[in-house]
């Protein structure tokens, strides 16, 4: 994989886009040209000198003329192989980020990859500049949809055997590894999150949704820097509906960044089932579902009304025995 694959593919990895690269160009003027398709791509990458080493290094625009332009002066510094050459690639992944739309921040207390400044202190996009992609773009689902029942994210048939959890990456602190690819949120007001599963014996349901994201002290570049508490940006809800979609459960009981329980709720009946998470607020709400079922086979009523009958009638037998052996006793006696 190319350094430029590699840095398209990291923000691809975290949020709600893919990119395709496209061969054609009809040597439109750079950055004055937005993209075309089968003329030109919409985020072109050109070389030129700029204000010498280690001034500006690259430099970008906001969608639709986001094309990148690399300061070719120094190439011993921009190119320095350590790290993979995470000195280029940091940047270019920082270029990229404005073309996708997002601003320089600054932050006293966290490192983030769209600061003015390099930084070599972490490899790619923090947590920070996803929730900015996640709050154009959505999340990973976003790419094909998961807005309605129909187009539902699959989670499986869930086992007895193990939890399922999605959203795992998302925690309370801004720094991620390259690994981390397993980010979900609500995005604002208007997004929702469906998810499907099956189960092929009834059971008791257990999930926990808990908001992720941390506290830390940010502002637009320029600007005063404020606390912000990502883990309490939005209000979440949880939903279970059935096969028909039928809403069958609903938990909203905790405060802003608090978690909400669905606890030990009966699915009675096999088969699909969703889940919905909402949030109450137009930004981005990180999160994560702690999925975990239980097989219980539950008794039919009808059935369970001949068992109590049952049982009911051998009580019966048993004080008509134990009468009968007491009224022998007497007359014996």
């Known amino acids: 994989m190319s350094l430029f694959d590699a840095a398209f593919g990291r923000w691809s990895e975290v949020g709600g886009l893919s990119f395709e690269y496209e061969s054609l160009d ?24 700029v204000d010498g080493s280690r001034g500006v290094l690259a430099s970008s625009q906001f969608p639709d003329g986001g094309d990148i332009t690399i300061d070719s002066d120094g190439p011993g510094y921009l190119l320095d192989p350590a790290g993979n050459y995470l000195r280029f690639r940091n940047v270019l992944m920082h270029e990229i980020g404005h073309t996708l739309g997002l601003e320089h921040v600054t932050s006293s207390d966290a490192q983030l990859l769209m600061e003015p400044e390099l930084s070599l202190d972490f490899d790619g996009p923090q947590l920070d500049d996803v929730r900015g992609l996640h709050y154009l773009y959505g999340d990973r689902f976003e790419r094909i949809g998961n807005n309605t029942l129909e187009e539902a994210t699959s989670l499986g048939k869930l ?4 939890e399922l959890m999605v959203g795992s990456d998302a925690g309370m602190h801004q ?7 397993d980010f979900v949120s609500i995005s604002g007001q208007w997004d929702q999150d469906y998810y499907h599963f099956t189960i092929d014996q009834t059971g008791l349901l257990d999930v926990a949704l808990a908001p992720k994201g941390g506290r830390f002290r940010q502002a637009a570049a320029g600007d005063v820097e404020l606390l912000t508490d990502v883990t309490a940006s939005s209000n979440l809800s949880l939903a279970l509906f ?3 979609g039928t809403a069958i459960a609903y938990v909203d009981n905790s405060l802003h960044g608090e978690i909400e329980y669905l606890s030990q709720f009966q699915l009675t009946s096999t088969g699909d089932y969703y889940l919905r998470v ?6 981005v709400q990180f999160y994560s579902l702690n999925i975990a079922y239980q097989r219980v086979r539950f008794v039919p009523e009808p059935e369970a009304a001949k068992l109590f009958m049952a049982s009911l009638f051998c009580t019966c037998l048993l004080q008509i025995h134990f009468s009968s052996k007491q009224q022998s006793r007497a007359n014996s006696s």
Request: no cysteine.
């Open 278 to 283: 909402r949030g109450t607020r137009d930004t």
């Open 159 to 162: 086992s007895s055997e193990a």
């Open 175 to 181: 720094a991620l590894t390259p690994e981390t690819t």
């Open 242 to 244: 059935d096969s028909s």
């Open 26 to 49: 009809d040597g439109a003027i750079h950055r004055q040209s937005p993209g075309k398709l089968l003329i030109r791509g919409d985020i072109r990458l050109a070389a030129k000198s």
